[in-house]
């Protein structure tokens, strides 16, 4: 119930990672970001990864539906690899610093309980990415999950209309209560957003986003608010099984890191 592909699980992600080749690397695909005079002194730089906070409102509209929205607030940006990754900090970057980026999101679908697991099928849902002239966005949560999110007002950098996704909410303990993965395809920047994702060119036109569950209770005719952390990417549709692997193992480590983080 987010932004990304199907990943599934970070277990399935590995053992797709074993049957590719051993000299095989998982690297996302790269872009270039030029701030330009929302960054101050910051110079364009390369990165593959952006990771923030989401806080979302669900309601369960009947024993098996839902809708969602959802507000994502962009943290940092990264180039992952394996052999020398970069977390760019907001001074590296100016995001936070200088400038804001967030996502609204409003999404519907389907969902099954058994026992403490409960399974999410999102169908449908759109998504808009936005940048700030300042590096704090603020917001306010919608009544219920039909409705936006009240942020503030931003440039709009990109957005799509066709957002879908799966995700297992499964809370037995500790602060891992499962995991989500969702893609928007069809993804189109604005002459706003060219000026800002300088390159490739055409952009990429799929965002693919992984995250993690807080726990949900579903309620019929409950508006139930969750929050966690995501991490989005960006492809072309028909990702490599490569790109799969890496967003699996992306939600792995943030699962473990936000464990170590609450320990």
Known sequence: MKFKMLLS????????????PASATPV????????????GSVSPFTANDLGGQYNEVITFTSATTFDVSLVFVGGQFSLDDTTSPVTYSGGQSGLGNNYGLYATFLGAGTY??????TTFSLTSGSINLYLTPTGTVSYTPPANGLTLYTVTPGTLLGSSNTVTGN?????????????????ATGFLLTSAGSAFFVSPVPFYSMALTS?????IQPVVGANVTSFGTANTVFNVPEPSPLALVGLGLLALGFSRRRSSNKA
Request: charged share 0%; hydrophobic share 30%.
């Open 9 to 20: 699980t970070a277990a399935a992600a590995i053992a797709l990672a074993t049957a590719l």
């Open 167 to 183: 995700g297992t909410s499964t809370c037995t303990g500790g602060n891992n209560c499962g995991s989500f993965g969702q893609t």
């Open 112 to 117: 099954s309980t058994s026992g403490s697991s």
């Open 211 to 215: 995250g993690q569950f807080e726990g």
């Open 28 to 39: 996302f695909p790269t872009y270039t970001v030029n701030p330009g005079a929302q960054s």
